[in-house]
């Protein structure tokens, strides 16, 4: 394997060398499907290959060229789209029995943007049943494996696409995200996930649509790249009323070398019970690097862990509405954690969900109040490196040997509060361990101020280079 090896180019950069005639779509698709085709007995990343349908996305893409045709911004590009997002005529099932029938007539808003592009879509990634834990397996399609550790998770419930992208198998991916489910694991495997604000991507599919914590979100190996989702997937549509303040930007993933007068907050903790050393000293290497380019550090004192409950209870309500008339049909086969969920949700009074709602605006404010004083909020992503593959979601999860509260808790405290609050979080490569394990930053910005972390992954990206890391899954192909 090169570092020219094409299933490892930026989308950016393949979109580049194809307008110029240098790289043509079908030997890139041919090249990421064989990949696909390798890696998958083992990693498990896909419920749906679409290679018949992709070969021909990329045969038509090079004759275009060949005419001299105008071009899209992603023109032969391949990406891959979670099992959540619809996808004309395509089977997408949340991973759950409840939904495997599922076949939609119509694309997402955003894929229809990305098809648009020129972008050529590869398949379908796996993901947690319905979403619902930060782990990656459903007893649909089954366990997820992260390329770095087999016997690790990728994260979830975006894991499939985070797996595909550490892998190899594509450079462009859309996830979804409702309490880290772009970040978790971005973070855990070493790829980059951004939460959009909310409505900076539209998701008219959403049943609750004008009180919601899930967006779609961009994922991709490289600051560059998630710059390329953003500018060619956002902005407003009619349908998805959150999307109605979004404009629709160039957003451009150029470092500069210079962060001078950039005012960062850093917060290790935010009300969490541990962090990990290893993951703090990574982190905070990352953040020295901002120092080093002239941002200005401070380490501040903010307690979110009441997101938590907060989570639970919309969560759990949404899950209770959506679900529990069909626990009586499939309740015996779907993931158990998932059916204590819906259960312990239809428990919840209106009152119950309304505190958590006045919860929700408080997180806001707080959040609000750092940002006031700074231009960034800064802290890990994840309190420890990718736990096992097959954890509980409902267990304990160990921090240097000493075991804390189930993940939730304890090893993504640092999502879920911004899915309430609304705010843009970039999940990117801080490091990786002595173990080979990555580590994972998370960037907070204002609302619909996502060029800052675009600008801040950018320069973070330069500084501390990531993307001649391998897996050590793919020496063995």
Wanted: net charge negative; hydrophobic share 45%.
């Amino acid at each position: 394997m090169t570092a020219d090896d094409p299933c490892f180019l930026t989308g950016a950069e393949s979109a580049r060398r194809i307008a110029a005639g240098e790289l043509s779509p079908v030997a890139l698709v041919d090249s990421v499907l064989a990949r696909i085709e390798a890696v998958q007995p083992a990693v498990n990343a896909f419920t749906v290959v679409c290679a018949d349908r992709a070969r021909a996305s990329a045969r038509e893409a090079e004759a275009a060229v060949a005419r001299g045709d105008a071009l899209g911004p992603l023109h032969g590009v391949p990406f891959t789209v979670k099992d959540m997002i619809d996808v004309a005529g395509l089977r997408i099932t949340f991973g759950s029995p409840m939904f495997e029938h599922n076949v939609p007539a119509a694309d997402s808003v955003v894929v229809e943007r990305l098809k648009r592009s020129g972008a050529i879509l590869l398949g379908i990634t796996n993901m947690a049943e319905c979403g619902h834990k930060g782990t990656n397996s459903n007893p649909l399609w089954g366990v997820t494996r992260n390329p770095w550790d087999l016997e690790a998770t990728p994260g979830g419930s975006s894991g499939g696409a985070a797996a595909a992208l550490a892998a190899g198998c594509g450079a462009l991916a859309l996830g979804t995200d409702r309490a880290g489910s772009v970040r978790i694991p971005a973070g855990a495997t070493g790829v980059c996930g951004l939460k959009p604000t909310l409505g900076a991507f539209p998701c008219p599919e959403t049943p609750d649509l004008f009180d919601t914590t899930t967006v779609i979100g961009p994922m991709a190996r490289a600051i560059e790249d998630i710059a390329a989702l953003m500018s060619v997937c956002g902005g407003p549509d009619a349908r998805d009323p959150w999307s109605h303040g979004a404009a629709r930007r160039d957003y451009h993933a150029r470092p500069r070398g210079d962060m001078t007068g950039t005012r960062i907050a850093w917060a290790p903790m935010i009300g969490n019970a541990a962090l990990g050393r290893e993951t703090r000293e990574i982190c905070e290497q990352a953040v020295d690097a901002f120092r080093a380019l002239g941002a200005e550090i401070s380490q501040v004192e903010i307690d979110l862990s009441e997101a938590v409950d907060i989570l639970l209870a919309i969560v759990g309500a949404l899950a209770s509405a959506a679900y529990a008339d069909k626990l009586p049909e499939f309740g015996d086969r779907i993931d158990r954690s998932l059916r204590i969920g819906i259960e312990r949700g239809g428990e919840l009074s209106a009152a119950d969900l309304e505190r958590a709602l006045f919860g929700r605006a408080k997180l806001f404010r707080k959040v609000e109040a750092v940002l006031a004083e700074h231009d960034l909020l800064v802290t890990p992503c994840l309190t420890r490196p990718a736990i096992a593959a097959d954890h509980f979601a409902l267990d304990p999860v160990e921090i240097d040997g000493e075991p804390y509260g189930n993940p939730r808790f304890d090893w993504y405290p640092y999502t879920h509060p911004f899915n309430h609050t609304g705010h843009p979080a970039l999940a990117l490569p801080a490091g990786w361990t002595a173990a080979n394990m990555p580590v994972g930053l998370q960037i907070v910005a204002p609302w619909h101020a996502e060029e800052r972390l675009i600008r801040a992954g950018a320069e973070l990206e330069a500084a501390r280079p990531w993307s001649d890391r391998r897996p050590p899954l793919l020496d063995t192909l």
